[in-house]
DNA sequence: CATCGATGCGTACACTCGTACACATGGGAT
DNA sequence: ATCCCATGTGTACGAGTGTACGCATCGATG
């Protein structure tokens, strides 16, 4: 089941760059030809291993939804029953928001791509699920998916009105939703 | 100041088309010609009175904000001080969801796609203010903009990831934030 | 060793796109 | 009455797109 021939990994290769292309040109950006050209390999390549781009897509949200999960899981804090969980959240979405916001962006980007592409819905769902199921331990289902809801709509509020975000007010209003 | 010539109402002709073509194929079948197609306008005529597609975008989202405007201001619920807050939003929000989606879809789709196109931003702020300064006379300012965040976030879950609409998970979510 | 199929590669086709431009027209200002 | 210019119209160009297809190349299977 190992690769087969001169390049294994040549489709990690394509889906890697195929989340530069949207970090850097947006999705709108994206398309067969201009990941062949940032990954390095032919046309035909990308084509071959990602029969449409919705596929491609699918890949690159999966892989992007593996690395939040991963930071979320590195700063352990959730879990921890003993923790303020309201300003953990907060805390965390001062980390994606500060700095460089391509990740954030990128995340999202293709996380609402799913509005327009059924494709992409349920990696969109596992991506609420990942967040959520974490705090459901904490809380309870019902609170968590609230919890979820009022992350994302945050997050926007600051990325689409280019306001800047109050990590007090966050904690403030997860707060009141965790009861 | 009145219009010019033949067609004084081409122009808003044109936004009109834009909405119905962004309803129909999604923000990325929006060009100069689908919409020059869609108004039974020539080419010249959308590229002339809107040199560049954010315009058009503009123009529309705009439109689309302020058709939501007037649906909140007709459901006044949201201005007696003695109806249940939460249940009012929450009943808003079923109503959008419910039976055709278009026009939410529209509406999101084009918010959303302020996370890459800044032009679009000034809009999307408006959409929030829009909805949070009744919100805001209701209870606060702090409040207002959470449950605006909260409307965004559970509206896109359904939206994203296909679930159903609970109109009683909602009220009570946001009754939390109210509380 | 022979074969087969998964993988890689290059090219061509038909299409849509944004943009620019040259020209037509007639309403309002003078 | 005349002129100007906002408005309307048609067409062309170069760039970029998805897709399909034929051929090359080896790894694994038998």
Not at 45 to 70: I, P
Not at 88 to 100: I, K, Q, R, S, T
């Amino acid at each position: 089941m190992a690769a087969r021939r001169y390049d294994p990994e040549r489709r990690q290769r394509i889906i890697d760059a195929a989340i530069r292309v949207v970090g850097a040109k947006g999705l709108a950006g994206l398309s067969h030809r201009t990941v062949a050209a940032e990954a390095d390999v032919p046309l035909g390549s990308t084509t071959y291993h990602f029969k449409t781009l919705d596929e491609l897509m699918v890949a690159a949200l999966r892989q992007a939804n593996e690395g939040f999960a991963k930071v979320i899981a590195a700063r352990g804090a959730l879990e921890d029953p003993g923790a303020d969980l309201a300003g953990e959240l907060a805390g965390l979405m001062g980390e994606w928001l500060a700095g460089d916001r391509t990740g954030v962006e990128l995340e999202y980007e293709l996380y609402l791509a799913a509005l327009r592409r059924p494709a992409l819905r349920p990696v969109a769902a596992e991506w609420v699920q990942d967040l959520a199921e974490p705090l459901a331990r904490r809380t309870d289902p019902v609170t968590a998916r609230a919890l979820v809801a009022l992350v994302d709509g945050i997050c926007l509020q600051v990325l689409l009105t280019g306001a800047s975000y109050d990590e007090g007010y966050a904690r403030e209003v997860l707060g009141r939703v965790i009861g």
